[in-house]
Nanobody, 121 residues
Framework: QVQLAESGGGSVQPGGSLRLSCVAS????????MAWYRQAPGKQRELVAA???????RYAATVQGRFTISRDDAKNTVYLQMNSLKPEDTAVYYC???????????????WGQGTLVTVSS
């Protein structure tokens, strides 16, 4: 089994910053892509940023230049630094990780439980 533990959500005023963290644990052999998605009320879940192993990072156009995704493979951790936050960034943010898991190296896609980010004055 593979588990994800997210942290760092909360409430912030427009223009503020937050940093989300997600730690993957369990029977992990290797990690491919680590990513963040978000889902606002009444909307579909959307990709915010993705960090594939050994490939180019990609961002949603709406967060480009304001958000930064990074990963620490030694700690099986992915971060999302969110700056210049806007009310439209309000959503539940989900960590998503693609791994190969022991003992049989099967492919798994794992989701975190979500962390709420609220941007409001």
């Amino acid at each position: 089994q593979v588990q994800l533990a997210e942290s760092g959500g909360g409430s912030v005023q427009p223009g503020g910053s937050l940093r989300l963290s997600c730690v993957a644990s369990g029977s992990i052999f290797g990690i491919f892509t680590m990513a963040w998605y978000r889902q606002a009320p009444g909307k579909q879940r959307e990709l915010v940023a993705a960090a594939p192993h050994g490939a180019e990072i990609r961002y949603a156009a709406t967060v480009q230049g304001r958000f930064t995704i990074s990963r620490d493979d030694a700690k099986n951790t992915v971060y999302l630094q969110m700056n210049s936050l806007k009310p439209e960034d309000t959503a539940v943010y989900y960590c998503n990780v693609e791994v190969t898991a022991r003992p049989d190296f099967r492919y798994l896609e794992v989701w975190g439980q979500g962390t709420l980010v609220t941007v409001s004055s």
